[in-house]
């Protein structure tokens, strides 16, 4: 069975400050696919990342970058210099490869930025 | 050109109704999928459907019955509505090809369905 554990319910910053949302997850699968995923108060789902099993490298877009471990299991996202924008809800999802499996999420990272 | 489409945005009902949410996907998908989000802001898989077959049931009860009438659709209906219905339904689509599994998910913008 898949399993993503996003442990931080809640985080507060102040603007600027830099922010890791932790992401753990559990498969037997070799082969499987991490995601990051942003809701904003709006409510969609705003696809932010893909890595798959094979590729640890680590990946920064602006300021946001993601620190892949299978060591550990681990797929953290950091946001640099946060601001209010980045307010919103982060659900890491794992989808491995075998039989019908479909995209698990973790219970999602409400952050707060305040101004 | 909105990739997934849900139909409709907001649905307030009375408990004991029937309601129904489209959901189209203009991408060229195989699979699409049903997934439900509570108040709790938990996202959990509801129904999936590969190329108008039923694929992935969990444990939902059956007052909720999805229908593809082709793979670009998958409708949800809800029979007999009741208050812990409330929440928001997001569809999905994605590719069924093992090697664009990467890929992920392409969801539509949720329908809030409020049951009062």
């Known amino acids: 069975a898949q399993k993503v554990t996003q442990a931080q319910t809640e985080i507060s910053v102040v603007e600027k400050e830099d922010v890791t949302l932790d992401c753990v997850y559990e498969?037997?699968?070799?082969?499987?696919?991490l995601f990051w995923y942003k809701q904003p108060p709006s409510g969609e789902l705003v696809f932010l990342i893909r890595r798959n099993s094979f590729d640890e490298q680590n990946e920064i877009s602006g300021r946001y970058s993601w620190n892949f471990q299978k060591s550990t299991s681990s797929f953290n996202f950091t946001i640099t210099a946060s601001q209010v924008v980045d307010s919103a809800v982060y659900f890491c999802a794992l989808r491995a490869e075998s039989g019908n499996t479909p995209l698990v999420f973790g219970k999602g990272t409400r952050l707060s930025v305040i101004a | 050109d909105t990739a997934v489409s849900q139909t409709p945005k907001y649905l307030v009902t009375q408990m004991g109704n029937d309601k129904s949410i489209k959901c189209e996907q203009n991408?060229?998908?195989?699979?699409m999928y049903w997934y439900k989000q509570d108040s709790k802001k938990f996202l959990k898989i509801m129904f999936s459907?590969?190329?108008?077959?039923?694929?992935i049931n969990e444990t939902v009860p059956n007052r909720f019955s999805p229908k593809s009438p082709d793979k670009a659709h998958l409708n949800l209906h809800i029979n007999s509505l009741e208050l812990g219905d409330s929440a928001v339904y997001f569809c999905a689509s994605s590719p069924w090809d093992r090697g664009l599994l990467g890929y992920g998910y392409t969801f539509g913008s949720g329908t809030r369905l409020t049951v009062v």
């Open positions: 459907y590969n190329n108008k077959e039923l694929i």
């Open positions: 498969t037997r699968d070799t082969t499987y696919y």
């Open positions: 991408l060229g998908h195989d699979t």
